[in-house]
């Protein structure tokens, strides 16, 4: 009793009790577990409305608003404070992403208004209360545009997306898009890389272009040569330097024309789209598809929206088979060989997997592939990585393979072309020097024409005058 009658004694215990309290409450879950019922009691008053934000509209075309608003919830930091959420390893070492589950509900502040986005199957659902409506809903929709538009200026996670047959979750499934192949790393003639890369530049710059002429916005490349020259690894090396997602189309997964078109759709824009060795499945008729079905895709007929500011990439081990119907520009504006290896591209390739700029072996191996070669970067390349440790064993090794394996009698050319599909006799020869000269030669037109017009709209107008 002496205790509490002294005022300082009552301070200290008083004091301590408070300071208790605090940490029960702040170390249990009692605070919050008070606050969501604070909230409950509070929903009751209030009226609420429900914005519904699909993945797909009624024609089954993906929404692309739905995309935005992931990316924008994944971006908030009140994802990390959610009672349930989902964690992925990322792309760098050691980073974890936290992905929305089913049902979970985050929440958002915006000028002074709180939001809920509720993660439904296929849907994002926006609850906000109705007297906050009328004042935050369009500057809330405009800020969710520019948080997603300078994301996406920064840099966006790239995705691969691969067709299922099975239907019940869409028909595409992704991962994230993480090949390494870029320009630099792909061993082709520089000049080309060049042109290649100003190609896909200018496409970028000429929506309105494409949308004055009432064309649809994309761009197609024929990628032909013998397996392991590289197609597959430029296909990627476009992806990256474009920041553009893929779709590989899987034509044994498609049961029929109205199947690819339909694909075509539940794609995005700023896309690379991939049929690879479409003249296998031509000519073997391993597809269910129709020659006009696959007609019917390349012109991407469906509506305007649905071919958008794509990047369409063909492959093929060779085109001397294929119905020209099919190589016809507009169809395929691009047609670009991927040879077998030659010194150019020996030494790109002795640069980046041996760390070789130069070595007394080399004029050896120039002799060499002077009359030719018969092996695929994709072979010299293996022989390269198998023998690393040692660059003048690993370039005997080529020597060797290229002495052994080809005739040396240069049955193959050893260079890359490219060519508009536009030309008027449909063929530039693409084999050896020949192909260097013709390439050059359209390149040096584009240069002329570019000159007097725009870029954007020069690439078209040889398309068109059938350069
Ligand atoms: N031109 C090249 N430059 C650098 N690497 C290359 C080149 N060509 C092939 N390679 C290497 O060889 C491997 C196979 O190449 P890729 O798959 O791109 O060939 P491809 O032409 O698509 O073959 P296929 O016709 O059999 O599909 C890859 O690992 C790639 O790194
Ligand atoms: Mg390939």
């Known amino acids: 009793m002496t205790i509490l009658n002294n005022p300082f004694s009552l301070l200290f215990i008083t004091s301590i009790s408070l300071f208790l309290f605090r940490v029960i409450l702040i170390k249990t879950g009692f605070i919050f577990t008070f606050k969501r019922k604070w909230h409950c009691i509070k929903d009751c008053f209030h009226v609420y409305q429900f914005f519904k934000v699909p993945e797909f509209s009624e024609s089954m075309q993906r929404n692309q608003l739905y995309y935005k608003v992931l990316l924008y919830l994944h971006s908030l930091g009140s994802l990390e404070d959610s009672d349930f959420t989902n964690l992925f390893a990322g792309r760098k070492p050691n980073e974890i992403l936290l992905r929305l589950d089913t049902n979970q509900i985050i929440e958002d502040d915006f000028l002074g208004a709180k939001m809920y986005w509720i993660n439904q199957d296929k849907n994002l659902v926006l609850k906000i209360r109705k007297s906050d409506k009328r004042r935050v809903l369009q500057p809330y929709l405009q800020h969710i545009h520019t948080v997603f538009d300078e994301f996406d200026g920064r840099k966006r996670e790239l995705k691969l997306y691969m067709n299922v047959v099975d239907d019940q979750k869409g028909r595409w499934r992704s991962v994230p898009f993480t090949h390494p192949s870029t320009f630099e790393t792909t061993a082709m003639e520089s000049d080309l890389k060049i042109k290649v890369k100003s190609d896909l530049e200018s496409f970028l710059r000429a929506k309105q272009y494409y949308h004055k002429l009432g064309r649809v916005w994309k761009r197609s490349y024929l990628l032909y040569g013998p397996s392991g020259t590289g197609k597959s690894s430029f296909v990627a090396a476009v992806a990256n330097f474009l920041s553009y997602d893929v779709y590989d189309i899987d034509l044994t997964k498609v049961s029929d024309g109205s199947d690819l078109k339909f694909l075509l759709l539940q794609t995005t824009a700023k896309s690379v789209v991939v049929i690879e060795d479409l003249d296998r499945y031509l000519s073997e008729k391993s597809t269910a598809v129709s020659s006009s079905g696959i007609l019917n ?38 047609h670009i060989h991927f040879p077998l290896c030659d010194f150019t591209a020996f030494k790109t390739l002795a640069n980046s997997y041996l760390g070789l700029k130069d070595h007394k072996l080399f004029p050896q191996v120039e002799e060499i592939f002077q009359n030719g070669s018969s092996l695929s970067p994709a072979e010299i390349g293996e022989l390269m990585i198998a023998n690393r440790g040692s660059p003048s064993r690993a370039l005997k090794s080529v020597i060797n393979a ?29 084999e050896g020097a020949n192909a260097v000269k013709e390439f050059k030669k359209l390149y040096g037109l584009f240069r002329v024409k570019s000159n007097r017009k725009s870029p954007s709209f020069n690439l078209d107008n040889d398309l068109k005058s059938g350069l």
Do not use: W
């Open 402 to 430: 290229l002495q052994t394996e080809g005739d040396g009698k240069g049955g193959r050319c050893g260079r890359k072309a490219v060519e508009e599909s536009g030309e008027p006799s449909g063929v530039f020869c693409t």
């Open 297 to 334: 895709f390349m012109d991407g007929i469906l509506s305007s929206s649905c071919g958008e500011e794509r990047v369409m990439v063909y492959t093929m081990n060779g085109k001397d088979h294929v119905d020209p119907a099919i190589l016809r520009p507009g169809r395929i504006d691009v």
